[in-house]
Structure formats: C-alpha cells, structure tokens
C-alpha cells in the first residue's frame, strides 16, 4: 500500500487562501468517505483538523474545509493565518490487503 | 482530562530490545482502539497497526508485520509497542493515537477511521 501523494509544498499570503491536494485509489481515497486531515507543527503531534472528508471537530476554526472529488481529496485553509504555518497529512480508511490506514505524503504550508 | 500519556525517550543500541508505552486517561479504556504511528526524522506518518483492548484484536500494516508487536494490558489501561531486536532504522518517533469508536455491537466497539485523540509521542534513537 502506497502512501496517498500529496504535494511537498503550499504556500500564501496572510488573508489568502491554500488548497492541498490529496490523491489516493479507488481502494482508499475513491472507495470511501473516510479521508481525513492532520495539522502538525515541529516537535508536536498531528491534530485531527477535518474527518469524514468535510467535517470539522469542535474546536477548528471554519477556514478549514474538505473535499473531494473522484480519488483525490482536497484541504483549502481560508483566511491564512500565521499561525496555520506546519505540516499537513491527509489519510483514508483503506479496504486493500487488510490496511486500514494509510496516511499521505505530507505538506508543508508556509504562510509568506 | 482525557488523554494518551507515552513513556519517555529511549535510547537504545542496535540488537537490543525494547517496550514502549502509552497509557489512556480518563475514558473507557476497553471501548476504543489504539493505534500506532511512527514518523521517522524529517518524515511523514506511517501506519504501524491497530489493537482493541477489549479482546487483544490486532491488524498489523504489512509494512510492519513481524518487526513489531502490539499488545495491552486492559488492566492498567496501557498499550505497548515492542521490538525484539532494534535495528538503526527503527530510530523515530512514535505516536499511539486513538480513533473515535464508530459503533459498539454485542460486546465489541468498532473504530472510526480518524485518529482524535495522540499522546505526545515517544523518540526512540537506536546507535552504537
């Protein structure tokens, strides 16, 4: 199983807005509605920031938003903030050879 | 506060083995599944495998199958992740991670496939 390809790098002006893609199989990414995304800055642990392709927990703010389309997902922080500078994952269920996870590549967003 | 508390840091030398930690706070403990993540220096994450603690069920990402063990002890409320024989690659950062539990059936609880809730992590360094 392959990790979901996302892009290296994602960057913008404060007030801009920064869409990462995420782009998996029919298996994982296109099969379900499982795709989540995962903030992460240095020497910290990831925070779940959307699940079930849109949904936001409590507690994030709304310039976050999911989607997807086909087998890639999407995550497009609005508003960029200093602070939204860090690394982002997506992941999905996956129903191949007994996985059940798998993560993404990783994006780095840097906020100009 | 509801929480994943890991063990501290390791440093160990090649061949040796070792148990790390991750104890669950303030929660059902046998109601939700544990997993583990390991992010290697500069790198992404990487899936390692998933218990429930209620029965010891365990799938393993093929990727780590047989290098590692996954176990509980429901009883103090802690999940271990183990190696035998540590090798200089298996120098990382480990996470437990806890997925929301989608559903409970019959005496079993079923994960949902987002992690919620991480410890903060355990930085496992294998040199000579």
């Known amino acids: 199983q392959s990790a979901l390809t996302q892009p290296p790098s994602a960057s913008g002006s404060p007030g801009q807005s920064v869409t990462i893609s995420c782009t998996g199989t029919s298996s994982d990414v296109g099969g379900y509605n499982y795709v989540s995304w995962y903030q992460q800055y240095p020497g910290k642990a990831p925070k779940l920031m959307i699940y079930?392709?849109?949904k936001r927990p409590s507690g994030v703010p709304d310039r976050f938003s999911g989607s997807k389309s086909g087998n890639t997902a999407s995550l497009t922080v609005s508003g960029l903030q200093a602070e939204d500078e860090a690394d982002y994952y997506c992941?999905?269920?996956?129903?191949?050879?007994?996985?059940?996870?798998?993560f993404g590549t990783g994006t780095k967003v840097t906020v100009l | 506060e509801v929480q994943l508390v890991q063990s501290g840091a390791e440093v160990k030398k090649p061949g040796e083995s070792l148990k790390i930690s991750c104890k669950g706070s303030e929660y059902s403990f046998t109601s939700y599944w544990i997993g583990w993540v390991r992010q290697m220096p500069g790198k992404g994450l990487e899936w390692m495998g998933i218990?429930?603690?209620?029965?010891?069920?365990?799938t393993y990402s093929p990727s780590f199958q047989g290098q590692v063990t996954i176990s509980v002890d429901k009883s103090i409320s802690t999940a271990y992740l183990q190696w035998s024989s540590l090798k200089a690659s298996d120098t990382a950062m480990y996470y437990c991670?806890?997925?929301?539990?989608?559903?409970?059936?019959?005496?079993?609880?079923?994960?949902?496939?987002?992690?919620?809730?991480w410890g903060r992590g355990t930085l496992v360094t294998v040199s000579s």
């Open positions: 079930e392709v849109y």
């Open positions: 218990i429930y603690p209620g029965d010891s069920d365990t």
């Open positions: 991670a806890r997925p929301a539990t989608r559903y409970c059936s019959g005496g079993s609880c079923y994960p949902n496939w987002y992690f919620d809730l």
């Open positions: 992941s999905s269920y996956t129903g191949s050879n007994n996985f059940r996870y798998v």
